[in-house]
């Protein structure tokens, strides 16, 4: 039965039937995106700015290679003669084939976006405002550019001849094609059908905002999925524009999500990541202003521990040595990208009297390592013990026994090194003092003669 049980999966993946299998995403991908700064206002000037920033301050060396286009980068209409996307050729004097090629030529990646969606209501205006002629696409994006539903195949294969690595496709005027699963699979698999028929590896990272739930269909089409509505630069603000508690059953997922209520959203769907297809919790907001220093630790440790892709959305061209460093923290962006490919899960969330909660994470990494977060939201400092009972729940009593060298990945140690040694543990790490809006997050290695380094076979 186990034999045979193996079989079935590993035929499985090689069919492609468990997640889109282009190779790509093996880890979260790690880059950058115009949308969060820069909105609309970019140029073939600006996006070479970033690439260069991204070199200056040594940005590839921690694993951020993508460079990504968000919406408004197209011409007012499609190709006349053949359908196919046009650049703004103000925006993009050379063509994006140009810009693409130097973007390569620094060793970097470069990605684009568009929409499976259109919108009729909106045409006539529409056409007027932006002179389209009598062949152009009625289907839009967020931003009222052509779109791609029903333009799949000539859009993905002008993407590939133009050298790109990555599309975000976005989920905006879906003309009802949405409210089941099937739905939208079908939508978003267009796409993924066509991306592949091109054969350029290009990255497919689905944007429908956690509709219809992707979690249960995506990882068969795409390398991630937003599981969300779009966040915004806030710590935990509740805002009726993001009505919904649960992303489970939601029905509108909106938009203005602060910060904690996405990972509260994500906190269920952890089992549904891993390697070649991960939640997407959104564009990381470090360094935009709207957060304290101990909030944005949080976010981007919560990000890189869930396994998120991790795209930045500051201005990379003008960054503090504040927002540097806490993008740059490589013991927490080695979770992200560690190979086990094992997003944290959480393992008990109390309410505080006073607001908001203390909740512990805790996963697996690679080499029989572990990491753990205790994450506190309320506005007061607490203080816990971290039992081992809960940190390995799912290894069992032997290594809930055992002793283990704990890391903390937010100190440094004599070498300037993130990671520093805090001490050997046995059952608990007590006493933790954590203050507001802080997270403390560790690494956890058996010690050579911890017996928790071999799992009991009465245990799996």
Not at 68 to 94: H, I, M, Y
Request: aromatic share 10%; net charge negative; glycine share 8%.
């Amino acid at each position: 039965m186990a034999t045979s049980s193996l079989l079935l999966v590993l035929a499985l993946q090689l069919s492609g039937a468990l997640a889109h299998n282009n190779g790509l995403a093996l880890t979260p991908q790690m880059g950058w995106n115009t949308y969060s700064h820069f909105g609309c206002d970019f140029s073939e000037d600006v996006i070479m700015s970033v690439a260069q920033s991204f070199i200056a301050n040594g940005l590839p060396d921690y694993g951020y290679e993508y460079i990504l286009l968000d919406d408004c980068w197209q011409a007012p209409a499609r190709n006349e003669t053949t359908g196919a996307p046009v650049a703004d050729p103000t925006k993009f004097p050379n063509g994006l084939a140009s810009l693409a090629d130097q973007i390569h030529s620094l060793g970097l990646k470069f990605g684009i976006y568009s929409d499976a969606g259109k919108c009729v209501i909106m045409l006539d205006a529409f056409r007027r405002r932006r002179h389209f002629n009598s062949i152009a696409s009625p289907r839009y994006t967020c931003g009222g550019r052509f779109a791609s539903l029903g333009y799949e195949t000539i859009d993905a294969q002008t993407y590939a001849e133009w050298g790109m690595d990555y599309l975000k496709y976005d989920n905006c005027y879906n003309e009802g094609q949405a409210g089941t699963p099937k739905l939208s699979y079908d939508r978003h698999a267009n796409m993924s059908n066509a991306l592949n028929a091109t054969g350029r590896p290009i990255l497919y990272s689905m944007c429908n905002w956690g509709e219809d739930g992707p979690w249960n269909f995506a990882p068969t089409i795409a390398n991630s999925w937003r599981i969300s509505g779009d966040i915004y630069d806030n710590y935990d603000r509740f805002d009726e524009r993001c009505p919904c508690t649960s992303m489970l059953d939601c029905k509108l997922p909106g938009y203005q999500c602060a910060m904690t209520r996405i990972i509260d959203f994500v906190a269920p769907l952890s089992q549904k990541a891993g390697p070649n297809h991960w939640n997407d919790l959104d564009i990381l907001q470090v360094g935009k202003g709207g957060m304290t220093y101990d909030e944005y630790v949080t976010h981007f440790s919560m990000w890189a521990l869930l396994k998120s892709p991790l795209i930045l959305g500051n201005d990379v061209t003008s960054m503090t040595n504040e927002t540097l460093s806490i993008i740059t923290n490589d013991a927490i962006i080695a979770v992200n990208q560690d190979a086990n490919g094992s997003p944290v899960e959480r393992r008990w969330n109390t309410p505080i009297s006073t607001g908001g909660t203390l909740s512990l994470w805790s996963g697996s990494l690679v080499k029989n390592t572990f990491v753990a977060a205790l994450m506190n939201t309320s506005p007061d400092a607490q203080t816990v013990s971290v039992n081992f009972t809960d940190v390995f729940i799912d290894q069992g009593a032997s290594y809930q026994a055992g002793t283990y060298e704990i890391y903390d990945l937010w100190q440094k140690d004599d070498a300037g090194a993130w990671g520093a040694s805090v001490g050997t543990y046995t059952g608990s790490i007590p006493n933790v003092q954590i203050g507001a809006h802080q997270v403390k997050v560790w690494k956890a290695v058996p010690t050579s003669s911890d017996s928790a380094s071999r799992r009991d076979l009465s245990e799996l």
